[in-house]
């Protein structure tokens, strides 16, 4: 990702982000008055799905922001999201994954960072025993030098 794109994704997060924290902020004022009023069950019940119902959109939005950071690094390692895994909220417009939908994309995220490392390791080990051999080899004569 270059920097410039990595820029604008940072700032639209961040700007994202405080659009949800204000917005969850006004919503738990709004709603903290009214818990310390009701008087009944009933009445809690009603306010209770109320701000429930209030506080739906700046979840999906966090959802939807993991995502994409999920998403985004799916992409640069390579790695295919179906589209089972993904799930659409028509009132809002928003797509994110499902809670089985990111615990599989994780775990393919790991499989793939685990399968590079291993590659690595496959042409790097050869190498670094041929440097320490050779290392080995030079120490070996070098002692044989010094003594008569």
């Given at each position: 990702?270059?920097?410039?794109?990595?820029?604008?994704?940072?700032?639209?997060?961040?700007?994202?982000?405080?659009?949800?924290?204000?917005?969850?902020?006004?919503?738990?004022?709004?709603?903290?008055?009214?818990?310390?009023?009701?008087?009944?069950?009933?009445?809690?019940?009603?306010?209770m799905s109320?701000?429930?119902?209030?506080?739906?959109?700046?979840?999906?939005?966090l959802?939807?922001?993991?995502?994409?950071?999920?998403?985004?690094?799916?992409?640069?390692?390579?790695?295919?999201?179906?589209?089972?895994?993904?799930?659409?909220?028509?009132?809002h417009?928003?797509?994110?994954?499902?809670?089985?939908?990111?615990?599989?994309?994780?775990?393919?995220l790991?499989?793939?960072?685990?399968?590079a490392?291993?590659?690595?390791?496959?042409?790097?080990?050869?190498?670094?025993?041929?440097i320490?051999?050779?290392?080995?080899?030079?120490?070996?004569?070098?002692?044989?030098?010094?003594?008569?």
């Open positions: 990702m270059s920097l410039s794109r990595w820029w604008r994704e940072w700032r639209f997060e961040r700007s994202y982000r405080r659009s949800i924290r204000a917005d969850l902020t006004r919503i738990g004022k709004d709603y903290e008055a009214k818990f310390k009023l009701l008087a009944a069950g009933s009445d809690f019940d009603a306010a109320a701000y429930l119902k209030a506080c739906r959109l700046p979840d999906l939005r959802e939807t922001l993991r995502s994409r950071r999920i998403r985004r690094k799916a992409d640069a390692r390579g790695v295919e999201l179906p589209r089972e895994w993904w799930e659409h909220d028509e009132e417009d928003l797509w994110f994954l499902t809670t089985d939908g990111r615990r599989q994309a994780k775990h393919l790991t499989q793939e960072r685990v399968w490392v291993k590659q690595w390791l496959q042409v790097l080990t050869p190498a670094v025993a041929l320490i051999g050779l290392a080995g080899v030079v120490i070996g004569l070098l002692g044989m030098w010094r003594w008569p």
